[in-house]
């Protein structure tokens, strides 16, 4: 297959012998690579926290990328869902724009009286030098709020470089004040959960049938007050590991709390999970409930699981998502539904992760890092691919190529965590994979691994 002679060594296929992929670097200039950018990633990361302000510093467009596009569901305040901009123009870019932060942050106050501002740099911000450290310390002295700034700019590497920056802010945010004390607790943290669809309400309830309290979560349906209290925790559990792991080493650092990697998404990996959290407090209480739990929850979704399972058989997916946590999460809900991984790629994955993902797929499975959307196209007609995993980059190329697209992005509206989560990940997967359209789409033959339509559901 023909591809970019520098992209090679990105691509590699499961064999016997185990390539290490080249990850971790920059993209390829003229690849069309699918990365966001390190704004995107902080983003991502701090855009759930509902009652902070976020305000964007740099041109409007940046300011863009908000909540319509990233949501994610909060059980009171509001304020995260209004994106504001300092909207620099031309004169700001030549002139400076810190002026115009101090007098954006000084109207946003006065008007909103918000709990904790972060304000973002992005590229424009980078290349002329606004000194975001030097506002934002004046502003949080001037009005006692903490306002954080985000060294974002989006040039400055990929997404993840953007998740440090995020965590750098949070951590300033959860950092006491002198003389403040830290009263250690039974509570624990939930770090890498968004609450896209409600999961980090999902979990929490698991948690608390099971006894175990959750302080903060990072940074689903959170608040200013809720995450300055996580120093407090006994346990940190991670789940989105590449957003999530460089502030829970901090945090194990500075605090002392230890961390276990969890997953909430199939049903395997929220059984691990939860006995995982039972044997860290060592209760035997705990760990009768958590068996209680899973056999409840597992009879209420397992006749549909089997069901869905029995028609979606031996289906081919190509998986392609920002993180590897998703990848590696996806690649095990997939197999539980009885469906061939065939293709697996991340935006952001290291060497490691690359090294678990080799190990989870079959035979001729086809792994990529950074892929573009030609490379996407190639791959998935040579694998004969059924479904495409993927966010809303991916989305399109699906669709023009008559391939079923599972949104497994922070645009979507349902939960895919926990058992319910599992539930609508099957559910889902079956009416776009069994949908009678693909039926009507000719393609021409030897277009799809030498087949014109998607096999139909038997
Ligand atoms: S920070 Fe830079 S790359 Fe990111 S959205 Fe703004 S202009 Fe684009």
Same mark, same amino acid.
């Given at each position: 297959?023909e591809?970019? &002679?520098e992209?090679?060594?990105s691509i590699t296929? *499961?064999?016997?012998q185990?390539?290490q992929?080249e990850?971790?670097s920059?993209s390829?200039? %003229?690849a069309?690579s699918q ?7 902080a983003?991502?990361v701090? @855009?759930?926290?509902?009652?902070a302000?976020?305000?964007?510093h740099g041109p ?7 909540w319509?596009?990233?949501?994610s569901l909060?059980?009171g305040?509001d304020l =995260?869902?209004?994106s504001f ?14 002026s *115009?932060l101090i007098? /954006? ?13 972060f304000?973002y ?8 030098g606004d000194d975001?450290q030097?506002?934002?310390k004046?502003a949080?002295k001037?009005y %006692? ?9 989006? =040039?400055?590497?990929?997404?993840v ?10 951590l ?5 004040? &002198?003389?403040? !004390?830290? &009263?250690k607790?039974?509570g624990i943290n939930f ?7 409600g999961?980090?309400?999902i979990?929490? @309830?698991y948690?608390q049938?099971?006894?175990v309290q959750?302080?903060a979560v990072f940074?689903?349906?959170?608040t $200013?007050e809720e995450?300055?209290?996580?120093p407090?925790?006994?346990?940190n ?6 957003s999530?792991?460089?502030?829970s080493?901090? #945090?194990a650092?500075?605090? %002392?709390i230890?961390?276990?990697?969890v ?8 059984e691990q999970?939860?006995?995982k ?9 705990? !760990?009768?409930?958590?068996?209680i739990?899973?056999?409840?929850? #597992?009879k209420r979704?397992?006749p ?10 031996? !289906? *081919?997916?190509a998986i392609?998502?920002?993180?590897a946590?998703?990848?590696?999460s996806?690649i095990?809900q997939?197999k539980?539904?009885?469906? +061939?991984v $065939? ?6 994955g290291k060497k490691?992760?690359y090294?678990?993902?080799h ?6 499975? $086809?792994?990529v890092?950074d892929?573009n959307?030609?490379?996407?196209e190639?791959? #998935?007609?040579a694998?004969?691919? &059924? ?7 991916e ?6 190529l008559?391939i079923?697209f599972?949104?497994?992005n922070?645009?979507?509206k349902?939960?895919?965590a %926990? =058992?319910?989560? /599992?539930?609508?990940?099957?559910? +889902?997967?079956?009416?776009t994979?069994c949908?009678p359209?693909w039926?009507?789409?000719d393609r021409?033959?030897?277009v799809?691994n030498g *087949? ?7």
């Amino acid at each position: 297959m023909e591809f970019l &002679e520098e992209r090679k060594n990105s691509i590699t296929t *499961k064999g016997r012998q185990k390539k290490q992929l080249e990850c971790e670097s920059e993209s390829i200039a %003229g690849a069309v690579s699918q990365r966001a950018c390190v704004y995107c990633g902080a983003r991502v990361v701090l @855009n759930p926290i509902t009652d902070a302000m976020h305000l964007v510093h740099g041109p409007i467009g940046c300011a863009s990328y908000t909540w319509d596009i990233r949501g994610s569901l909060t059980s009171g305040a509001d304020l =995260f869902r209004t994106s504001f901009s300092t909207d620099l123009k031309e004169e700001d870019i030549i002139f400076g724009g810190e002026s *115009k932060l101090i007098r /954006a942050i000084d109207q946003l106050v006065e008007k909103y009286h918000p709990p904790a501002i972060f304000v973002y740099s992005t590229c424009v911000v980078g290349v002329i030098g606004d000194d975001l450290q030097a506002v934002c310390k004046k502003a949080s002295k001037k009005y %006692g709020i903490p306002v954080l700034p985000v060294e974002s700019s989006g =040039f400055i590497g990929s997404k993840v470089v953007g998740y440090r920056a995020a965590c750098d802010a949070l951590l300033q945010l959860i950092t006491h004040f &002198e003389g403040e !004390k830290i &009263e250690k607790n039974q509570g624990i943290n939930f770090l890498g959960d968004f609450n896209l669809g409600g999961e980090a309400w999902i979990i929490k @309830n698991y948690l608390q049938e099971i006894g175990v309290q959750v302080n903060a979560v990072f940074t689903g349906d959170s608040t $200013v007050e809720e995450l300055r209290k996580a120093p407090s925790s006994c346990l940190n559990i991670v789940q989105c590991a590449g957003s999530m792991h460089y502030l829970s080493n901090k #945090m194990a650092e500075l605090y %002392g709390i230890p961390s276990i990697s969890v997953s909430f998404f199939g049903s395997q990996s929220i059984e691990q999970s939860l006995r995982k959290i039972a044997d860290f407090f060592d209760d035997q209480q705990m !760990k009768a409930k958590v068996e209680i739990l899973l056999e409840l929850e #597992m009879k209420r979704v397992k006749p549909a699981l089997d069901y869905y399972r029995q028609k979606l058989q031996g !289906k *081919k997916v190509a998986i392609y998502v920002g993180g590897a946590f998703k990848a590696i999460s996806l690649i095990s809900q997939f197999k539980e539904l009885g469906m +061939e991984v $065939v293709m697996t790629g991340t935006q952001t994955g290291k060497k490691e992760d690359y090294a678990v993902i080799h190990d989870l797929l079959d035979e001729g499975a $086809v792994i990529v890092d950074d892929t573009n959307p030609a490379e996407l196209e190639k791959f #998935m007609l040579a694998q004969g691919v &059924e479904l495409l995993a993927g966010g809303v980059k991916e989305r399109l190329l699906a669709y023009k190529l008559g391939i079923a697209f599972l949104d497994h992005n922070h645009d979507r509206k349902e939960a895919l965590a %926990g =058992f319910e989560g /599992a539930f609508n990940f099957a559910q +889902e997967i079956f009416t776009t994979v069994c949908s009678p359209v693909w039926q009507h789409l000719d393609r021409g033959e030897d277009v799809f691994n030498g *087949k014109s339509k998607l096999q139909e559901c038997s």
